[in-house]
């Protein structure tokens, strides 16, 4: 098979934040009702996770849920496990009304590091970043295009975006966290 | 700028994470229908200068349909409901007439 690579192939832009492609990372689109049984127990047998609140998400990258809809979920889990983990779900799932899709390859993922994360996003987005606890999910839109963006600490962020406009957000965060563009 | 809550998901949307999608609560007339009736169902709409009580969708967000009720005078937003339903609640209703008494909004004013 070929080998697998990422929209930016591990691009880095070192600005006062430091913007980085975050390499592959398998992520599984769920959709179905998030509160039954089964689909509860197909997410944690692969993530490690239990189902998060509305608009959370659980674990990171190597292993958790993001909670994208009403009826929707997002699951991570290492990139090299996500085809398997994804036939596991779509199996424990058989009875259940649910769509189970490996979209790995179908997104780009960022992290963001730096004191200054909050104001580098905050630059970029309508949402209010600021105020975004750490451990939720914000889907928003990111200059012209959607991201889901979460801080799993207070100086680094995570954002996921389609994989198409890998290129245009780089430039855009990257653009976002150029020296001397600090907010006085 | 223009914010509205979503029901679903519950985040305070700026108007540019949402999508509008016209008037609400319109029925639907298709094959068989009178030409009246076709013709009103595409092109007729309500526009009267306040309440408006239109359709969104929360498109850079949790992507789900829902209703708003807002006044297009002074932006005023009256409250946002579910998708699921026909007409607007009557809570909503009721908070409407007390701030614009004799407002009307189609067949389900």
């Known amino acids: 098979m070929s080998e697998a690579v990422t929209a930016l192939n591990g691009a880095t832009y070192d600005g006062y934040v430091r913007v980085e492609d975050a390499g592959l990372c398998g992520m599984i689109s769920l959709r179905g009702d998030l509160a039954d049984a089964k689909v509860k127990k197909a997410c944690k047998d692969v993530s490690g996770q239990g189902m998060p609140k509305p608009r959370m998400i ?9 909670w994208m809809s009403p009826d929707e979920a997002l699951v991570l889990v290492p990139y090299a496990e996500a085809p398997a983990a994804a036939a596991r779900m779509e199996m424990a799932l058989k009875s259940v009304h649910a769509l189970v899709v490996e979209v790995s390859d179908a997104r780009a993922v960022f992290t963001l590091r730096g004191e200054k994360v909050r104001e580098v996003l905050a630059k970029v987005t309508p949402a209010d970043i600021g105020a975004l606890p750490v451990g939720e999910l914000r ?3 990111v200059a012209q295009v959607a991201g889901a963006i979460w801080l799993s600490d207070e100086t680094t962020a995570h954002l996921i975006c389609f994989r198409s406009v890998a290129t245009y957000m780089f430039e855009v965060l990257s653009r976002s966290a150029m020296p001397g563009s600090e907010v006085r | 700028m223009l914010t509205l809550t979503c029901p679903y998901c519950g985040i305070a949307a ?14 639907r007339f298709g094959p068989g229908a009178s030409e009246e009736d076709f013709e009103s169902y595409l092109f007729m709409r309500e526009n009267p200068k306040g309440v408006h009580i239109e359709r969104w969708r929360h498109s850079n967000g949790c992507g789900k349909w829902f209703h708003a009720a807002r006044c297009t005078a002074t932006l005023e937003v009256f409250g946002t409901y579910s998708a699921q ?22 067949a389900s004013s």
């Not at chain 1, 659980?58 to 993001?66: F, T």
């Not at chain 2, 700026?14 to 029925?27: V, W």
């Open chain 1, 58 to 66: 659980a674990g990171g990258l190597d292993g958790g849920i993001g």
């Open chain 2, 14 to 27: 700026d108007e540019t994470e949402l999508s509008p999608g016209g008037q609400a609560h319109l029925t």
């Open chain 2, 85 to 106: 339903t026909t007409e607007p609640p009557e809570e909503l209703r009721k908070i409407i007439s007390e701030k614009r008494p004799g407002w009307s909004w189609g």
């Open chain 1, 139 to 141: 889907r928003t839109r």
